[in-house]
């Protein structure tokens, strides 16, 4: 990894956590808004004794914001939220990565890898050229030929071995972080079901504590919020699933690829291909004559 891109990933990070911290702020300010409101009209109901005794009959309702729903979860609520938030970075994170790293343009740059074979089609680079030719590149695809070029004029058997070890370190290198993404998407899942079972426990627990059934619907509310956790997971796991498949199919795709451009270098490099270069030239020459 090059320090450019290890500071545009820097940066990034920088983005997305100021991000969140923006939505985490206007969320806090939103409940505390609230929660003035909420304490105003109590202000103003406190001397009518009906409406009080008709709140405290209600069945207690669901929380609608982030800080409501946290406080009625309780411990469990500020325990599962770490793992979530960690997750979600590292999928936001890992995903915008490979999506530059994968960029078609950056893996098989078309204009270098059109030159350098046309150049080998008209016998104009010999080994050293253009194994600095690679060097220079710095792409996926030229550190592929580049492997084939230092077995220039060997057999094609030995060429075509070379380019299939560096092309299998190539492609362990971008399919890096992919593993990530598939992780996310199956452990956080799990982290939110378990989040649920033990709240359903919880809710089960505190209506067995109580001893009667008048306390249904708190139980209702501690299952829905219990079933909260379950939500968050999926919401979570079912993008990084997505762009762990989508990411995966590109990777194969620009294998596919490389792999045609590779066999294209070793018919052109290879002993018996280098032996047949003054005949076809010969050929050509004599075609262009007859013309």
Known sequence: MTIPLARRRYRLLRLIAAALLVVLVISL??????????????????GQDDAVRLADDAPPGMPTDPVGIMRKLGWMGWVFLVPFVGATLIALWFSVERLVVLKRNRVIPKPFVERFLEHLRQGKLDRDTALKLCEQSDSPVAAVFAHGVRKWGKSSVEVEQAIIDGGERQVSQLREHLRVLNGVATVTPLVGLLGTVIGMIQSFNDLATAGAMGNAEQLAVGIALALLTTASGLMIAIPSLI????????????????????QSVVQLISAEALAEQPRRRKRTGESKQAV
């Open 29 to 46: 300010d939103h409940s505390v808004a609230l929660a003035q409101d909420n304490g105003q009209d109590n202000g103003q109901d406190n």
């Open 243 to 262: 762009m762990y498949m989508f990411l995966s199919g590109r990777v194969d795709v620009l294998v596919m690829e490389m792999d045609h451009l590779a």
